[in-house]
């Protein structure tokens, strides 16, 4: 929460150490292609970096920043998420420096930024010398937490007009319970998650919002001006934001339950999903732009962090599979919303049915992960 006089000196102390991360960049793929070490960009740069008014470990962290974003650019291409070799995205991404921009985040050690937990206020370095006294806000939990557990160095990041210090915080491995039962949750397009319990987040409330975003950033992309991409990448931020906290709200309410009654979390492995399942084209759009994997990872993080079993299971057929009888048949499944068993008759929403054998597969998952393993002969 820095005051008048405090904002301007770390704005042009975060602007200046980009321009200095960009200036090392394009000088290490001058010389060092994608691949400049530490060493070899402290020899390179260091000196330059001291006369442009930063201090020994800023200089340090803005080239550490470097080699570190090649280093990530260099597996990314390894693991082939840029494309082949002879895409666009990937030949782009290898025929220019690196850019940070001009209010990314720098890394701080405790050499250069300290806490004051007591009266909520750090010290942190910048171009005009440090600066004392800056107040910071957070929860109560956050801050016992920082007090208890911070550990390493912290990033600070101006965006959106306000000024964000993210620590990182090691927490001790929770104790995991022996589940008593578990909770199969099967997450869809029509409804965000539907648990065996029979608990429904809809999306249609969603939907409307998200369909309303759509015809908003139709009206801003006709314009075709400057600031309409501004405008657009604005209203990106928000929806994103919004899609965050209804997967935040989900998942904290599924991990509630399941922790109060001493149950496990199960959910379908959606890896690959868009390229195993066919949907119809109006809902492709929407199919695609939904973090389903998102409500996945707060799903099992919080229930790593509560002490809840979590496991995901093989998603094939859940939806056309008879909980009761096994029968597992396409017809099973007349419309999207309704399932009726062609061989006992069983019939409910289809995607409680879902949750059901999601459920009924975390059982047999869960003794087969926790079975004893053989002595080696």
């Not at 803005?62 to 998420?81: E, H, M, Q, W």
């Not at 850019?99 to 806490?115: E, I």
């Not at 809840?308 to 009888?325: K, L, N």
């Not at 006992?344 to 597969?361: E, F, I, Q, S």
């Amino acid at each position: 929460m820095p005051d008048a006089v405090q904002a301007p000196v770390l704005e042009r102390t975060l602007h200046t150490v980009n321009e200095c991360a960009n200036q090392v960049s394009e000088g290490s793929f001058a010389k060092y292609g994608l691949k400049g070490s530490v060493k070899d960009l402290r020899s390179m740069a260091y000196g330059e970096l001291k006369a442009r008014g930063l201090g020994a470990q800023a200089a340090q962290h803005t080239i550490k920043r470097v080699v570190d974003a090649y280093t990530t650019l260099r597996a990314n291409i390894r693991a082939g998420n840029l494309g082949p070799q002879t895409s666009k995205r990937r030949r782009k991404a290898e025929s220019k420096p690196l850019v940070f921009r001009s209010d990314a985040a720098h890394t701080f050690d405790d050499r250069c930024l300290s806490w004051n937990y007591d009266q909520q206020t750090v010290s942190i370095w910048t171009l005009d010398g440090r600066m004392k006294n800056l107040r910071f806000v957070c929860s109560a939990k956050a801050l016992k937490q920082l007090a208890e557990s911070r550990k390493g160095e912290s990033d600070l990041v101006h965006r959106d007009g306000k000024w964000f210090l993210i620590a990182t915080i090691d927490l001790p491995e929770p104790e995991v319970f022996e589940p008593k039962g578990w909770i199969g949750v099967d997450r869809g397009i029509n409804n965000l998650a539907t648990t065996s319990d029979g608990d429904n987040h809809s999306g249609r409330r969603l939907g409307r919002y998200r369909r309303w975003q759509a015809r908003k950033k139709a009206e801003i992309q006709a314009k075709k001006t400057r600031s309409s991409v501004q405008l657009l990448k604005k209203r990106a931020r928000r929806e994103s934001r919004h899609a965050t906290h209804i997967n935040h709200k989900i998942s904290k309410t599924v991990v509630a339950v399941a922790k109060r009654t001493e149950r496990g979390v199960a959910l379908e492995q959606l890896q690959g999903i868009r390229e195993r399942v066919t949907v119809r084209r109006d809902q492709r759009a929407r199919q695609s732009s939904w973090p389903f994997h998102q409500l996945g990872v707060f799903v099992e993080y919080k229930a790593h962090r509560a002490g809840v079993p979590f496991i995901e299971v093989d998603p094939a057929y859940t939806s056309q599979r008879c909980p009761r009888c096994g029968h597992t048949e396409r017809a099973n499944r007349p419309t999207r919303d309704r399932f009726r068993c062609r061989r006992c008759g069983l019939a409910g929403p289809a995607d409680h049915v879902a949750g059901v054998n999601v459920r009924a597969r975390a059982r047999s998952a869960w003794v087969f992960v926790n079975m004893p393993q053989p002595d080696p002969v």
